[in-house]
């Protein structure tokens, strides 16, 4: 604007005063309602680096909006890019109601600076009204309700951006540049208050929770002391989970990639952590009402498979895993949940130290019958068997397979003499008691036995030895078959498949592989040396779940479609002759789903694919 009289100064102080004094107002409640809770007892600032690059590659890059989503994503991220290249302008168009100015569009770095942020205005035009289009047009059903708050805020953006390029070709001391200025002003200055009180409010709070997320993917935050029950009431709320839950953008990412919503059940992870602000904004972080109930339904909190989709797909760093078994938690160790099947599986593991309820002279006659060598300090790896492996017949027949492999390879192996469940579905059950009788008498067998390197055919016993049991003190160095076979393939040359017409095989990620440690190319490649692999419409990182993990494996049918049936139908469509499996939990689900098929293709582990193609010993 042109030199502004000393009424416009005081109209625009006053302005200025009403709309920060409103947003202060409106964001005081929320920073009070974060600052009440508990604090985070297991929270950790340093070390910083992985912090800063998670910030950069997340909030300033955008890496995850953009991944999951690229066209909106990308729309999502011009907004954003051009707000951050705003905001010398916008200083700048403040200071210009007071004299005070600094950038001039007359020439020199002004010029190119006004011109270069013009592009950005004309990207966020189009990028936000895209996405307006796509939230109250398209209505995508992830998204949920729409409210009117985020058209309006929508309609600022754009009105802010048009605004910012007419007052480039309007003369500013013309009535019509005069006019345009008031009108930027006021859109912006009606922007702000706005924001605590809509979706919008991850603008000022994603920044600060993605930097502070707790460290590790869906890490199990460990319960501090003895008082301690999970996530039962308002007074158990941290000031993490209280951040995250103020944070999300109801963007709907993680109810899209959600198996227990996609199969029809009442699980929506988003509805979660909104219930945990609903919550908050009516009982407060110190409230003794519990928090399965009003907002948040039990029946859902027990429904995840915690197979990880939601918190991998988020773009604003909420941890929903560490919440929902928080919750469990709360409801298990107070006594609150009753269900008969998980009752029968924390019966089982107090009695017979395995989460099928068998005795250990069962695992120990599979040991003798097979010839599997025990343990004795002098092999190069510790064989763990897992419950599956010890006790399941196909599980039975994974180990073999590998046990052939490794002698193939001429890689020295053995199996304890005894062992317990690894505690996982108790675990993510929220069952802290039983977890710690079964993880700390495993840890004393593996350390009387001075057990070094381990390897195992099940992803959820490598979670739980590799990370869980460091609770208790434990460092054991594990790895899942298939990174073992990877590294093996040199030595396993005679193993390449027939010169004749190979079959195909599909694979599926297993959750607690791909998401949880990051192992997607191991599997392939040790399935390449028989097969041809192909891939299903949901693979990798956005593999669908099986619908074992998360204890679900022992609580009996599922409400709506089966997610293991989901889950094969998407296998089969590829048609593979083979379903190739990294994980006992994975193949038992599939073997049930394909139970009632005529001509169903061949399940196999990749160490049977592997063994498959050895020469006869």
């Not at 219930?275 to 928090?291: C, I, K, S």
């Not at 304890?416 to 993880?439: H, I, M």
């Not at 079959?503 to 607690?512: G, K, S």
Request: net charge positive.
């Amino acid at each position: 604007m042109a030199e502004a009289s000393w009424l416009e100064s005081a109209i625009l102080i006053a302005l200025i005063a009403v709309s920060l004094g409103v947003f202060w107002l409106r964001l005081r409640r929320v920073v009070g309602v974060i600052r009440r809770a508990r604090p985070t007892t297991d929270f950790e600032l340093f070390p910083l680096a992985p912090r800063f690059r998670q910030f950069l590659g997340e909030v300033v890059a955008q890496g995850k909006v953009i991944r999951g989503r690229p066209l909106t994503g990308l729309a999502h991220a011009f907004v954003f890019w051009g707000f951050c290249a705003f905001a010398p302008i916008t200083i700048n168009h403040v200071a210009a109601g007071f004299g005070a100015r600094f950038l001039y569009p007359g020439g020199g770095f002004g010029r190119f600076y006004f011109d270069f942020v013009a592009v950005w205005a004309a990207l966020v035009a189009v990028s936000i009204t895209g996405l307006f289009v796509r939230r109250f047009v398209a209505r995508p059903k992830w998204l949920g309700p729409v409210s009117p708050e985020s058209g309006a805020i929508a309609a600022l953006i754009f009105l802010l951006m048009v605004t910012y390029l007419f007052g480039l070709r309007l003369a500013e001391a013309s009535a019509a540049g005069q006019a345009n200025w008031w009108l930027h002003t006021l859109a912006l200055l009606a922007f702000l208050p706005l924001i605590p009180r809509t979706k919008h409010l991850h603008l000022a709070l994603s920044p600060i929770t993605v930097f502070l997320r707790r460290p590790g993917f869906s890490r199990i935050p460990p319960l501090a002391g003895d008082e301690d029950f999970g996530l039962d009431t308002g007074k158990d709320v941290t000031r993490i989970d209280a951040l995250q839950a103020y944070t999300c953008v109801e963007c709907g990412r993680c109810t899209e990639h959600c198996p227990a919503y996609n199969t029809g059940k009442i699980l929506n992870p988003k509805e979660i952590v909104l219930g945990l602000r609903g919550y908050l904004n009516e009982f407060g972080p110190g409230g003794g009402a519990p928090l399965l109930g009003k907002h948040i339904s039990e029946e859902a909190a027990f429904q995840c498979t915690t197979c990880g989709a939601c918190e991998f797909q988020c773009p604003v760093g909420i941890q929903h895993l560490p919440l929902i078994v928080g919750l469990r938690r709360g409801a298990v160790n107070t006594g609150r949940w009753e269900n008969d099947y998980g009752a029968r599986l924390f019966l089982n593991l107090e009695r017979s130290g395995n989460a099928l309820g068998f005795s250990a002279g069962e695992r120990q006659k599979f040991i003798e019958k097979n010839g599997l060598p025990y343990y004795d300090g002098a092999q190069e790896y510790c064989l763990w068997l897992g419950c599956m492996g010890a006790y399941d017949p196909q599980g039975r027949e994974t180990v073999l397979a590998l046990a052939r492999v490794l002698r193939s390879a001429g890689v020295t192996f053995g199996v304890l003499r005894k062992e317990k469940c690894t505690g996982d579905p108790a675990r993510l059950l929220g069952n802290d008691l039983a977890v710690s009788q079964v993880a700390e008498a495993n840890i004393e067998t593996l350390r009387a036995a001075k057990v070094g390197k381990m390897v195992s055919i099940c992803p959820h016993c490598v979670r739980a030895i590799g990370t869980d049991w460091r609770e208790f003190g434990a460092t054991f160095e594990i790895e899942h078959h298939s990174e073992l076979l990877a590294r093996l393939r040199p030595r396993l040359r005679g193993s390449e498949g027939a010169a004749g017409a190979r079959e195909t095989a599909v694979f599926h990620d297993p959750c607690y592989l791909g998401r949880y440690r990051g192992v997607y190319d191991e599997p392939r490649e040790a399935i390449a040396q028989w097969a041809g692999v192909v891939e299903p419409s949901r693979t990798r990182e956005r593999s669908f779940c099986c619908g074992a993990g998360g204890g679900q494996m022992f609580l009996g049918e599922e409400s709506g479609k089966r997610i293991n049936v989901e889950r094969t139908g998407e296998l089969i469509a590829t048609g593979a002759q083979v379903i190739a499996t990294a994980c006992p939990f994975c193949q038992t689900m599939f073997r049930d789903a394909l139970g009632s098929l005529q001509s169903p293709p061949k399940l196999l582990d990749i160490a049977q694919l592997v063994a498959a193609a050895l020469p006869p010993e």
